[in-house]
């Protein structure tokens, strides 16, 4: 596959019984990043690409891709770093913003993974034996082979970014979680597919996204929905788990 696809490996919010919690897998030929890391996300890489081909291998994954701090986007971290340390013996690159790394390790990751008990007795490790930091700009694309990933703050409880990512002639965006925000909106509506959480609380409300005008509605797809709500007719299509979507470079909405 040689254009800019994605696979929702979750689709699901932080209390979802039915879903993993939203991720993805976004690829561009052999490139794979994925776009937020959930618990377990090497089952959840698994099955979620199993049932729209092969398996993808967490070998194969470039890196991790990261929006912000909540635990239904980072708990997976963990995991799969020490399964890039042990299994494969190299560290996992994380590509985020300054204000997102900043806190990653001492104040999530270091409790479980600063001390490694080995032949020669208990070892101290730091961030830089498991990850290779990678941070995003607010001001310039970052590269990342063939993708170029830039970033934008969005409204939420902790630093958060959403993300335009740019293939070739495709550009792919995501809103990450953040409450209804018309410039963020109109920042995203420069990709040519946006996929936009949908939530309660201080989350994006349904209503507002519905409002929207055609030429942005259009290029919406939903993600992080209340489990209940999934069912409804929304208007707006919502993704589904463990399909595969090509972004289109075209206006014409892919078929359905
Ligand atoms: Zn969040």
Request: aromatic content about 8%; proline content about 7%.
């Amino acid at each position: 596959m040689s254009g800019l696809s994605f696979v929702p490996l979750g689709v699901g919010d932080a209390f979802s019984a039915r879903w993993y919690s939203t991720c993805f897998l976004l690829e561009r030929g052999e490139t794979r990043w994925l776009v937020d890391c959930p618990h377990p996300i090497l089952k959840i890489l698994r099955e979620s690409t199993a049932s729209c081909g092969e398996p993808v291998e967490p070998s194969t994954v470039s890196g991790v891709i990261l929006t912000h701090l909540h635990a239904d986007h980072c708990s997976g971290l963990e995991s799969l770093a020490f399964y890039f340390h042990f299994a494969l013996g190299r560290r996992l690159p994380i590509a985020a913003h300054p204000a997102v790394l900043r806190r990653l390790w001492d104040n999530h990751l270091a409790a479980g993974m600063d001390a490694l008990l080995t032949a020669e007795g208990l070892t101290r490790k730091t961030f830089e034996d498991y990850f290779e930091a990678i941070p995003l700009s607010l001001d310039t694309p970052t590269v990342l082979g063939p993708l170029a990933v830039e970033c934008a703050m969005t409204r939420h409880h902790v630093p958060t970014t959403a993300l335009r990512v740019t293939s070739g002639a495709e550009v792919w965006g995501y809103s990450a979680d953040t409450s209804f925000d018309p410039r963020l909106i109109q920042w995203l509506c420069a990709a040519d597919l946006v996929v936009h959480e949908c939530n309660l609380g201080q989350h994006t409300p349904i209503d507002k996204l519905q409002a929207l005008p055609a030429t942005q509605r259009d290029k919406l797809r939903l993600v992080h929905l209340p489990d209940w709500l999934v069912e409804e007719d929304l208007f707006i299509p919502a993704l589904v788990q463990g399909r595969r979507y090509t972004v289109h470079s075209d206006p014409t909405p892919e078929a359905p």
